[in-house]
């Protein structure tokens, strides 16, 4: 049974930084996709940042690129994002999420491509 736990959440001023972290378990997690995901208050869901553990390619949303990094950990099985120059526009619920291994089914961006995911750490940024 694959379980994905989120820490690291927290609040910080604009300008600070938080690094999520996702630990993972129940599978192996060295070739699939895992992503974060953040949900705003009567937002929908939507999709921060991706990577391919096997080959380590990175996908970013607008909003973030050149601010947030996504990586893995050396045993592939904890996912992290460092978030740089946060802005309240990043408050939200963050979510790991980790698709089935081998099926990259629909885009990284999509809810619909991920089969796993954790009950999310909050992110509060104030002005």
């Known amino acids: 049974q694959v379980q994905l736990v989120e820490s690291g959440g927290g609040s910080v001023e604009a300008g600070g930084s938080l690094r999520l972290s996702c630990a993972a378990s129940?599978?192996?997690?060295?070739?699939?996709?895992m992503a974060w995901f953040r949900q705003a208050p009567g937002k929908e869901r939507e999709g921060v940042a991706a990577i391919y553990t096997g080959s380590g390619s990175t996908f970013y949303a607008d909003a973030v690129k050149g601010r947030f990094t996504i990586s893995q950990g050396d045993a592939k099985n904890t996912l992290y994002l460092q978030m740089n120059s946060l802005k309240p526009e990043d408050t939200a619920m963050y979510y790991c999420?980790?698709?089935?291994?081998?099926?990259?089914?629909?885009?990284?961006?999509?809810?619909?491509?991920?089969?796993?995911w954790g009950q999310g750490t909050q992110v509060t940024v104030s002005s």
């Open positions: 999420a980790a698709d089935v291994p081998g099926s990259f089914f629909g885009s990284w961006y999509e809810q619909r491509s991920y089969t796993y």
């Open positions: 129940g599978s192996t997690f060295s070739s699939r996709r």
